[in-house]
Structures are given as structure tokens and as C-alpha cells.
């Protein structure tokens, strides 16, 4: 197939056991076939449009939009993030399947941005959140969002995009994290149950 | 018996790969309508093994496990029902045993099972969804049951077999010979495989995305399989009742790809209409010409 590219040849030929070579197969299926769902949180939204467009085309490198999270890959954050559109964000995140991967576009959820002192955003999403791939810039254009997704995609080929079990081994922490700027108004348990080993404890 | 279920395997395997070519080209043609390069022609084949390489689904009871399962088997059945060749032992499922009127049956059987799963589900996106589907059912069956019952007399024969046999030549395709009842069920044809003007129930921006909402990882996965299975089972079906039949896969995939071609081109061409709007137009020009194909069919009895 012309989408064995070199660099999928050389780790191909790497592998040792039967074993490995599946996994290595399963995530090339991964990360061929990404069902993008693109929340459009700031002032990022706007550059998905012309990334899945006749202009940047994305389909080409198997990335297409997503209905609904049950169906999604990949959810893409585009900007900023206020307190009330993380909750929605959470519980998002929450409904997609394993294996399940954040793309956060800007700078807004790498460090605050221009919002660096607003009252109502969040500051550093990966605390909330497992992300995956950051894509910096204010906002970055499609050029740079596609090169995210290839970022994305590498990473998904050598089985490092694991942040849904990240997410999963470490969900009292990010529930903590939640709960400080959520407090009382906290997501209901039943969005999360499933994660605690004691069928939910938090 | 064993070449029969070898027969059944063949055919469940043709239909998909053949249905992943076709909407292979569907989505590759789509994007160059768009001025765009498009994904690989086997990226539906790569997706739908993504699907079944999630590591979760979610699980809403029973019923919601069976719904994909009814749809595929409803598919399955439908399938086995159709013959794929004339003049030929191969693939020829049971039709020998079957006719038209148990095949209308059979492929709505799927559907039913998959809304019963999506009520399940308590998903209210999917329950419009399915509220859509049902609906614009009603105005696709009702031209489509008129085509086939004009066929039928036509034919004098209910077996698609004989339907199949008795078009020996080109004058006597079905196509030219009752030209009225074709015209019919190209409009229940476009509407049965999901293409605009009559794609609002599973268009990925309506609703989102419909009956399907909810299902996620496996059974996406065996719904998108099963939709490339069913949309060749008609595909073959139309061969088989309007275009005479085929002897031997090349003519097939020659002649059912022409109809898919169609389909295409209407699916690019035209706007969506919302769910009422299809019923409507369905029983306004498909059904007049349709009542007026039976009136002179029965006035010339």
C-alpha cells in the first residue's frame, strides 16, 4: 500500500514477535482512520472549517468529522476554555471510546494566553484533561493543525498516545483538579463511575 | 449442502468487498466534486477495522447489544435470498426457496430491530432518528411495493429467479419493457440507499447523525458494514429485477456499478429535504406515475 510510507517499513522491519507486529498493525488502523470531533470552544473554530475543506483537505490523511463522541477519535479543543464550557468539555470526553485522544489548539489551554488573568478560564488544560498533542500558536493555522494530527498520528504508531489510560490510572488526581475550580457544582458521579475500581468512590 | 453455506460465505464476502470499492469510490468522487484529493480508495475498509480495534463500546442491555446483530442478520437474510448470478449454481443462496414478497419482508426486518435498539439506548438524537427513518419509510415503500406489484404482473411470477430468466435480451430488460414501473423505483431506489434528496435521517449534520448516535466502536462497525452489505443486496436486486440479470460477476459489478453511479450522481446533485418533504414528494410524482402504471396495466388485463 502506498500509505506504507519508509518510516512504517523500518519499524515493521524492527519487530521481533508475532505479537508486536499486531499491535504495531492495530495502530496503523488507528491512526489511518482518525473521527475527528471538533469542539469549538475560542476563536480556533474557525480554523477547522478550512481544515477539512476543499483548501487543506484532511480527509486525505484519514481524518474526518465525528457526529457524536461515541463515534470520535480524537476530540480537538480550539481555544480557550471557560470554567462552565470545560464541564461540557469533561463529560464530552467522558462518552468518547478507548482508545481516545485531545488535541488542544492555541495557546489559551497551554498557558492562559491573552486570558492568562481572566477570572473564568482555565490556565493549563492538561491538568483537567490527558492532551495529547498541543499545537501552539494564537490561533495556529490549518498547516499547523494538520501537522498536529501527524504528530498525532506518530505518536499513536508507537503506542505513546495513551491518555485515556492515563486519564483512567489517574482519575482521583484529575477529579481533585476538577473538583478546585469546579467545587460544589462538580460533574454528577454517574459520568465517571466506571473509572474508580470501587465503582465510584468520588 | 456444504457448497450452499460456501455459496452464502462467498456472497457475504463479495457484497463487502464490493461495497467498500464502491463507497470507496463514492467518498473519492464526493471529494473531487469538492475540488479536494480525497482519502485512499480502501479508507472505508481501514475505518471500519479501526471501529472493530476499539478497545470499548457502550452497553446499554440486551436489546441494545442485539440491535447491530438484527440489522446485519436482517442484511444477511435479505442477501441470501437474492440470486447474484442467472444461468449459474454459484451464488445463489436459497432463492430457490424464496420469492420478491418474502425479500420486501425480509429488508425491513433490520431496520425494526435496530429502532427497537435505539430506544433502548434513551438517546433522543437517536430516537428522532429512527422517528425520521420510519417516516420516510412510508413514503419510500409505498412507490417501491407499486413498481414490484407491476413487475410481478408483468412477469406472472413472484420468483426473482424466474424475473431474472425470462429477461433474455436487451428489448426484454425489464427497464424497456415496463419502462413505467422502473421510473417508479428509481425514486424508492435513491431513497432506499440513503442518498440526497432523502439522506436526512443518517446525514452526519442532522440530528447527529441519526439512528446511529449512540453506537460507537463494534457496533459502528457492524452497521457500517452491514449499510455497504444491504446497499449492494439492492444494488443486485435492481440488476436482477430491471437490467437483466447477470452471468457472471464482471457483468454484475459492470451493471451494479452504473446503478451505484446514478445513485451518485443524484446524491451529489441535489439539496436534502427534511423528512416530511420526502414523504410528500414521494407520494406526489413517484406514486401518480406509479397508480397510473397500474390503471393501464389492469385496464389492458
Known amino acids: 500500500m502506498d500509505n506504507l510510507n519508509k518510516k512504517d517499513k523500518a519499524q515493521l522491519k524492527e519487530l521481533k514477535s508475532p505479537m508486536a507486529v499486531v499491535d504495531w498493525a492495530v495502530n496503523w488502523f488507528r491512526k489511518q482512520s482518525i473521527f475527528m470531533l471538533a469542539y469549538g470552544t475560542g476563536c480556533g473554530a474557525i480554523e477547522i472549517p478550512p481544515t477539512v475543506t476543499a483548501r487543506y483537505d484532511a480527509e486525505r490523511f484519514g481524518v474526518r468529522g465525528a457526529a457524536t463522541p461515541r463515534q470520535a477519535d480524537v476530540i480537538v479543543l480550539s481555544g480557550y476554555l471557560a470554567v462552565k464550557t470545560l464541564k461540557r468539555v469533561i463529560r464530552t470526553y467522558e462518552q468518547m471510546q478507548e482508545p481516545k485522544y485531545v488535541i488542544a489548539l492555541g495557546s489559551c489551554p497551554i498557558n492562559g494566553g491573552m486570558y492568562w488573568d481572566s477570572y473564568n478560564t482555565i490556565k493549563q488544560l492538561d491538568r483537567y484533561l490527558p492532551v495529547d498533542v498541543t499545537v501552539a500558536g494564537c490561533m495556529p493555522r490549518p498547516e499547523a493543525v494538520l501537522e498536529g494530527f501527524m504528530a498525532l498520528k506518530d505518536k499513536i504508531q508507537r503506542g505513546e498516545a495513551e491518555g485515556a489510560r492515563d486519564y483512567r490510572d489517574n482519575i482521583e488526581k484529575y477529579k481533585n483538579n476538577q473538583k478546585e475550580i469546579f467545587g460544589d457544582k462538580m460533574l454528577p458521579g454517574y459520568t465517571c463511575d466506571w473509572y474508580f475500581s470501587d465503582g465510584g468512590s468520588f | ?301
Open chain 2, 1 to 301: 449442502m456444504l457448497f450452499t453455506i460456501f455459496n452464502s460465505l462467498l456472497a457475504v464476502l463479495l457484497t463487502y468487498s464490493m461495497g467498500m470499492l464502491y463507497y470507496g469510490f463514492y467518498r473519492i468522487g464526493n471529494a473531487r466534486i469538492h475540488r479536494r484529493v480525497g482519502p485512499p480508495l480502501w479508507q472505508n475498509v481501514i475505518d471500519n477495522i479501526k471501529l472493530f480495534a476499539k478497545r470499548e463500546a457502550p452497553g446499554h442491555g440486551i436489546m441494545f447489544h442485539l440491535g447491530p446483530v438484527i440489522m446485519t442478520a436482517g442484511t444477511i437474510t435479505s442477501m441470501l435470498f437474492v440470486p447474484f448470478l442467472k444461468d449459474s449454481a454459484w451464488l445463489q443462496g436459497f432463492s430457490s426457496y424464496g420469492n420478491l414478497i418474502l425479500l420486501i419482508y425480509l429488508m425491513v426486518v433490520g431496520p425494526l430491530g435496530n429502532a427497537l435498539a435505539v430506544g433502548v439506548s434513551g438517546v433522543p438524537f437517536g430516537v428522532m432518528g429512527v422517528t425520521r427513518g420510519l417516516t420516510r419509510l412510508i413514503g419510500l415503500e409505498v412507490p417501491f411495493f407499486l413498481s414490484v406489484a407491476l413487475l410481478m404482473s408483468g412477469s406472472g411470477t413472484i420468483s426473482i429467479s424466474e424475473i431474472m430468466m425470462a429477461q433474455d435480451s436487451f428489448s426484454n430488460w425489464n427497464m424497456m419493457a415496463h419502462p413505467a414501473a422502473f421510473i417508479v423505483s428509481l425514486f424508492s431506489f435513491v431513497g432506499m440507499m440513503g442518498a440526497s434528496p432523502f439522506d436526512v435521517v443518517g446525514a452526519p449534520v442532522e440530528v447527529y447523525s441519526g439512528p446511529q448516535a449512540e453506537f460507537g466502536g463494534k457496533y459502528l462497525g457492524f452497521l457500517a458494514a452491514q449499510r455497504v452489505m444491504f446497499s449492494m443486496v439492492k444494488l443486485i436486486l435492481w440488476v436482477d429485477l430491471f437490467l437483466g440479470g447477470a452471468t457472471n460477476v464482471f457483468i454484475l459489478m459492470a451493471k451494479s456499478f452504473a446503478l451505484f453511479f446514478f445513485y451518485f450522481i443524484v446524491g451529489a446533485a441535489f439539496p436534502r429535504f427534511k423528512t416530511e418533504q420526502a414523504v410528500d414528494f414521494m407520494l406526489k410524482l413517484p406514486l401518480i406515475i406509479g397508480i397510473g402504471a397500474v390503471l393501464v396495466r389492469f385496464w389492458s388485463l
